[in-house]
Structure formats: structure tokens, C-alpha cells
């Protein structure tokens, strides 16, 4: 018995560490624009250099808009705050994303192409995904990319499964699938 639960966690390793290194080779060589480590900013050659973040273990953050005019006079997230956000969820396969692996999105361009596509969009909302920072109610590696970003930020999330979905089937996505989550924040609240 104590074998299998050995043999059982080396599997997991193995598909997380897997989902991480796949995560960070897409960021650095195949993501446009190609980024680099926030560690690595301050050595840059160029400046402004796009970057990404690690968060956590296996959550990966980019935030599109950081070097906008303007941003660091935008509302800030906390943890408490209200935020409503317009996004797009994809599997994670570690290529850019497509409409083959968008599973859900309130982005009306996106709903758009994908009944184009023969997508009966009927029951997706429009409506801006209104989360409260802190509370879990949505995915751990989306409530913490949102955290210290700005209104009118676009936030790009790369989670390894466990701060995704975990073991858990959810809809079309797999058990222990990696995800990319593509949000703008629309307004934040403050609390």
C-alpha cells in the first residue's frame, strides 16, 4: 500500500513538474511577444521589457498592459475588493490559444466566432464575470493573478492543474489539465 501511494505522488510530480516546464518554455520562446522573468527585468537590454511572473508554484502571470500610460493612477485589486471581468478560458496545450481549446468565455467577439463556427451560444453570458478577491469562488490561480493588478488591466493566467481544476473533470476539460485564462478588468470596487 505505502508503494502505490509513493508510486501515485512521483506520477503527480512528474505531470506537474511537466505542466510547469511547458508553461514557462511557451512564455519564453513561442508567446508573443516572447517574455521573459520578472527577475530578469532589471538586467534587460531593452526597456520596458515584456514580462511574466511566477506567483506561486504553478500559477503564471502576464499583464499585457503594464507599461500603459496612466495604469499606476488606476485602481488597484485587493484582497476584498469586487472585480468584473470580461474573459476567455482555455486548456492549456502549450501553444497559443485557439477556438479548438476555448471551453468558456463572455467575450462577445469571441461568442461571435465560435457560433460562426456552429457554437449554439444560446446559454453564455455576455455579462461581465463579477468575482469578490478572496472569497474562492473562482479558480485559485485566477483569484491570485488578479491580485495587485489595475483597472483596464489585461492579465493573461498559465496554471499548472493544481491551481486550476486539480483531479477534478469540469466540463470538457480533463483531470490534472493545465489553463490559460485571458481577463480584462473592467471595473474593481473597493472594499
Given at each position: 500500500m505505502c508503494l502505490t501511494l509513493v508510486v501515485g505522488c512521483n506520477e503527480e510530480d512528474t505531470v506537474l513538474t511537466s505542466q510547469q516546464e511547458q508553461?514557462?518554455?511557451?512564455?519564453?520562446?513561442?508567446?508573443?511577444?516572447?517574455?521573459?522573468a520578472v527577475e530578469e527585468v532589471p538586467n534587460s537590454m531593452v526597456a520596458n521589457p515584456p514580462f511574466y511572473e511566477r506567483l506561486n508554484t504553478s500559477t503564471y502571470r502576464y499583464i499585457a498592459t503594464y507599461y500603459d500610460s496612466g495604469r499606476n493612477n488606476k485602481r488597484q485589486v485587493a484582497v476584498g475588493d469586487e472585480v468584473e471581468l470580461i474573459f476567455e478560458a482555455y486548456e492549456f496545450t502549450?501553444?497559443?490559444p485557439s477556438l479548438n481549446t476555448l471551453y468558456y468565455t463572455n467575450n462577445a467577439d469571441m461568442i461571435?466566432?465560435?457560433?460562426e463556427n456552429g457554437l449554439n451560444s444560446e446559454f453564455w453570458?455576455?455579462?461581465p464575470l463579477k468575482v469578490k478577491i478572496g472569497s474562492g469562488d473562482i479558480i485559485k490561480g485566477v483569484e491570485a493573478s488578479l491580485v495587485d493588478c489595475r483597472e483596464g488591466d489585461v492579465v493573461e493566467v498559465y496554471m499548472a492543474f493544481d491551481t486550476a481544476y486539480d483531479k477534478h473533470v469540469v466540463g470538457v476539460i480533463p483531470a490534472e489539465s493545465s489553463i490559460m485564462w485571458v481577463c480584462q478588468i473592467k471595473s474593481v470596487v473597493k472594499n
Open positions: 508553461i514557462v518554455r511557451y512564455l519564453t520562446s513561442s508567446h508573443n511577444p516572447r517574455l521573459i502549450g501553444s497559443a461571435e466566432k465560435l457560433a453570458s455576455l455579462e
